[in-house]
């Protein structure tokens, strides 16, 4: 039996799965890791505490597997993107905290990238769109607020990585400074067509080409793990940022299938095939893997709050003491009663990119309790995924047959039901719901040989349940018109 050990550094923990080569997992560790948020729109981690909690877990998944390193055949990687490391090459200390994906604090860089009406020139070259969220801005902020970096970085000392170069560096014990293409991608510094850093935009935002780390394929073949850490040197061969995971982890390997992850933000991902297609929707063109020496492309809607809104009514309201009470207290009434939750706590993502936008919790009467609240939660979930496949229907000529989809939050009946009626899509949901993890190790295990071609891996997805839309059309319509209203009013151009 061949075992595949995939690394998961998300956002909110570090987990280690270990799965044999049909995709059924053996052993699984988790370990939360902490955010700060020290100023409005900030959101940070210690780089430290993501390598010292990812190492922990895959110790202790090895320890409950069963299994010796030396049994695993390979290791994938994925991991939350665009979060921004920077570090001392000499020391392997991080020299800030890590800037998190969710952080806002360049929202004002890219307002002046704007109103000097490079956004085109940057979406063409990137297929991105201006905003806090991508690495570059993070980094920008990082090289003119810390004291001495740029210095340290022009002497070539200060070098930056996204989550995947930060673990990597670590678990080579220095030896690999690399980015892989799909984290490569939405650092809006990566030349979407060459698959190369851009001279320009490096010159343009003053970013040190010597801070960058050397973009590598999908399924490379990076090194081995240093010796002395995990009691065996386990070949580490994929690497892919989470979305791109979970759709390499769903079998969407053909052009027009696509997946939603509700994690701790919602993410639909739509396979475009080897050509990069540019949204006329304020969508973005991402790179979905590089693999056995195709590129292949995707169009990717973000939605920043879907599972996080969950954590709020727990932690902000107290309305629920754990997240998986939210579907019993939801389900207590047949509907919201009219209440609306725009969710726009970090500003609002794809396809409205308002960051200014903020969140907003309206129609409630006297009537109104925690129950109506709690449903209006989970059905903020599916508007705001609802919105991204609109945006895509009109991007590209076929229709979407079906969405497949994985993370937390699908695990929950009721959201499942209200997405597939809100879209009018059939709604399915795999038997193994770790798409994310999957998608990694199933990466490393082509590159490895467990896998001789993609219709190997493709056998490995089987489905648990499809929900059917069941809703009439004036209810649906009904629905979303509500959401547009209150969507209108969240809006920081009202």
């Known amino acids: 039996m061949s ?45 430290q ?6 190492i922990a877990v895959v110790q202790q998944a090895l ?10 055949k390979a290791i994938g990687l994925t991991n939350q993107r665009e979060t921004t490391v920077v570090w001392d090459k000499r020391t392997g200390k991080a020299l800030a905290p890590a800037i998190i994906w969710q952080d806002r604090r360049a929202a004002d860089w890219c307002n002046q990238l704007i109103q000097q009406n490079l956004h085109e020139h940057i979406h063409q070259t990137t297929g991105l769109r201006v905003d806090p969220y ?82 590598i394929s999908s399924d490379s073949y990076v090194a081995d793990t240093a010796a002395g850490l995990l009691g065996a040197n386990i070949p580490i061969t994929g690497i892919l940022g989470d979305q791109q995971s979970a759709l390499f982890g769903q079998s969407c390997f053909d052009a027009g299938t696509a997946k939603n992850t509700y994690g701790t933000g919602c993410f639909m991902l739509f396979n475009t095939g080897h050509e990069v297609q540019f949204s006329q929707n304020k969508l973005l063109s991402t790179l979905a893997w590089q693999a056995q020496g195709q590129t292949t492309y995707a169009l990717e809607g973000s939605v920043f709050m879907a599972g996080a809104i969950v954590q709020w009514l727990r932690d902000g309201l107290g309305i629920i003491q754990k997240s998986s009470d939210v579907e019993k207290l939801a389900c207590q009434v047949p509907s919201t009663d009219g209440v609306v939750l725009v969710p726009a706590f970090t500003g609002l993502g794809a396809p409205h990119w308002d960051s200014e936008a903020r969140a907003l919790l309206c129609g409630m009467s006297r009537g109104t309790g925690k129950a109506h609240i709690a449903r209006a939660a989970l059905e903020s979930i599916a508007f705001q995924v609802s919105d991204v496949l609109s945006a895509m229907q009109s991007d590209i000529s076929k229709p979407l047959k079906e969405l497949r989809v994985d993370g937390g939050a699908c695990a929950n009946d009721m959201l499942m039901q209200f997405q597939a ?22 990466m490393a295990g082509l590159k490895a040989g467990v896998f001789s071609n993609l219709d190997e891996i493709g056998q490995s997805w089987r489905l648990e349940r499809a929900f059917e839309p069941k809703m009439q059309t004036d209810e649906r319509e009904y629905h979303l018109g509500l959401w547009q209203s209150a969507l209108k009013r969240a809006k920081s151009d009202l």
């Open 3 to 47: 075992y595949l050990l995939a690394l998961d550094q998300g956002t909110t923990s570090s987990r280690a799965i270990i799965f044999n080569e049909h995709g059924q997992v053996q052993a699984t560790a988790q370990r939360e890791t902490h955010i700060q948020t020290p100023h409005s729109g900030w959101v940070e981690q210690d780089a």
């Open 63 to 72: 320890a409950t597997a069963r299994i010796l390193a030396k049994d695993i």
């Open 134 to 215: 991508f690495s570059a801005g993070k980094l920008v902020w990082l090289l003119q607020h810390i004291n001495g970096l740029r210095e340290l970085a022009e002497q070539g000392h200060a070098i930056f990585g996204t989550i995947d170069s930060w673990l990597i560096w670590n678990l080579t014990q220095g030896a690999e400074h690399v980015i892989e293409a799909s984290n490569a991608s939405r650092t809006m510094l990566m030349n979407l067509k060459t698959q190369q850093w851009d001279e320009v935009l490096l010159d343009l935002f003053n970013i040190p080409v010597a801070m960058l780390p050397k973009i």
């Open 421 to 442: 009626d809100i879209l009018n899509v059939p709604v399915l949901r795999p038997k193994m719901l770790e798409s994310t993890a999957w998608g990694a190790a199933a």
């Open 49 to 54: 505490e993501i390598w010292s909690s990812q």
